[in-house]
């Protein structure tokens, strides 16, 4: 096909390109629970000799919200997503959900009380790239209907975990026991966001959720990341990309040099603001707010 870029709009040229038409995202007004995930004074020197150390974080996210932070990459976006993981560890009241400090605990324990995670290397970190679909199902999942009392995997479970999410995700692979190294980008993508959407978590937070996948699979993700906050999660939406953050977030904040600025209510924000956030400025936006 062919058409004239300013005469068509994103929607209409991804259509084009998947060769099929797809929904946008559609937002539902809810009400905001209670705070579910707190993070005060948050500091880490990065490991990485190209990373960037966190200073002072401070930001809330309450049922129902998804929190958007933007930033360009290396602004320590790997750092924070690390801290809420539990793969770095924190001083215990750094971190808190549902006022439980849980800065010390594991990643493990961090999941057995609701917390989930996606990082944005999925090939190695948020995969294991020799294990195969059913094997990477399994080694985030630490349910009941997975491991029994006894420390039993119960196979038969998790391959229909695996196959409920090849197939609400539209995951593009020949088998389930296909290794996670076989699968192109995209696909990977939309295995790993929707192994750890269906698992229903309380608090989410993802580091690029829509990179390398097509339009239609970016809506579809974008819409699950909507409809699980719906369900009354709160969710942290780490992007590079403004307009996907616009697109389904609540509140935004930046995060710049290790830094992150304050949240704001999205819908208040125009293009200037988020310049200036970016440029790691709030004071217009205070006295604006003021007025």
Request: hydrophobic share 40%.
């Amino acid at each position: 096909g062919s058409c004239i870029p300013r005469d068509t709009s994103a929607k209409q040229i991804g259509e084009m390109m998947v060769g099929k038409s797809f929904s946008s995202p559609s937002r539902k007004t809810r009400a905001f629970g209670e705070e579910l995930l707190k993070v005060s004074n948050l500091s880490i020197r990065t490991k990485d000799f190209f990373g960037t150390s966190l200073s002072n974080i401070n930001f809330s996210v309450r049922v129902g919200e998804i929190l958007g932070i933007g930033g360009v990459a290396g602004n320590g976006q790997d750092e924070l997503l690390s801290a809420l993981s539990g793969e770095e560890k924190t001083s215990p009241s750094t971190i808190k959900i549902f006022n439980q400090p849980i800065g010390k605990l594991a990643p493990d324990e961090r999941r057995a009380i609701g917390m989930r995670a996606a990082p944005e290397e999925r090939l190695g970190h948020a995969a294991a790239p020799a294990m195969t679909l059913i094997e990477n199902t399994l080694i985030t999942s630490h349910s009941e209907d997975v491991i029994d009392q006894w420390g039993i995997i119960k196979f038969d479970n998790v391959k229909e975990k695996t196959r409920n999410i090849v197939s609400e995700f539209d995951v593009r692979t020949p088998t389930l026991d296909n290794a996670a190294a076989s699968l192109s980008g995209g696909n990977l993508q939309k295995f790993v966001i929707g192994r750890e959407i269906l698992q229903r978590p309380r608090v989410f937070v993802v580091n690029q959720p829509t990179w390398g996948v097509d339009a239609a699979a970016a809506a579809f993700i974008r819409q699950s990341i909507l409809n699980l906050a719906s369900n009354d999660s709160a969710v942290v939406v780490i992007s590079q990309d403004l307009d996907e953050l616009f697109e389904i977030c609540d509140t935004f904040s930046v995060l710049t040099n290790g830094r992150m600025s304050k949240s704001h209510d999205i819908r208040s924000l125009s293009s200037e603001d988020v310049g200036l956030l970016m440029g790691g400025s709030d004071l217009d936006l205070k006295n604006r707010d003021k007025a």
